[in-house]
DNA sequence: ACGTTATGCAAGCGGATTCTTGCGTGTCAA
DNA sequence: TTGACACGCAAGAATCCGCTTGCATAACGT
């Protein structure tokens, strides 16, 4: 549950999960390429490979491999627990 | 935006939001001795000060002073954004 | 088989965060 | 007015994070 919200606290691994949620299963290259291209980051292939690892571990981000290369896909279903421990009220 | 989720990162602040959910509006005090009582933290006062700081900032905690007193209430409205931002499926 | 491509692993650096420590300020009660 | 109480401020230490750097591994094309 903490890793979660470790997670979300840092500005790149939410753009990561903004690309992820326009265009879903994505390779590291794409997501690196994409990220350079239409969101204006500058992050090495390295450090995004790190940020999915941290987001994988959170379980916002499920993988599959198939040969050389790793897909990634969005799963916002840890969000969910955000929401029902602290309701909203209007 | 990232106040909110960083604010959020820190266990000792979830547990704060958790306590102000059960029991709104509390001054610094009762939320240390509660924090200790209720949930097991050790945290010192002026850690539990600093943690209320930085909800303050995010927003998640709105304060009223009354004499030698500040009162803090929860806000769950910044949660919000979250849950719009990244739709969740079934 | 060989080079290229896509990704993984791990150590180290710099900056940010958390907590402590000590003192300062304003408020209340007697 | 005096002392106790609730809280604020700020500097330092220890820890954590994100990033870089360099090398390693495995799959694909020719």
């Known amino acids: 549950m903490s ?12 753009t990561i999960l903004d690309e992820l949620a326009e265009r879903d299963s994505q390779t ?3 997501i690196c390429s994409r990220l350079a ?3 204006g980051l ?9 940020h999915l690892d941290v987001l994988e571990v959170a379980g916002l981000v499920r ?10 896909v969005l799963d916002t279903t840890p969000l969910r627990a955000i929401v029902e421990r602290w309701p909203i009220h209007d």
Do not use: C, W, Y
């Open 63 to 72: 993988t599959e491999r198939r040969g050389r290369n790793k897909f990634h």
């Open 28 to 30: 590291l290259f794409e």
């Open 3 to 14: 890793d979660v919200f470790k997670a979300l606290a840092d500005p790149t691994r939410r």
């Open 42 to 50: 500058t992050s090495s292939r390295q450090a995004i490979s790190q």
């Open 37 to 39: 291209m239409r969101h």
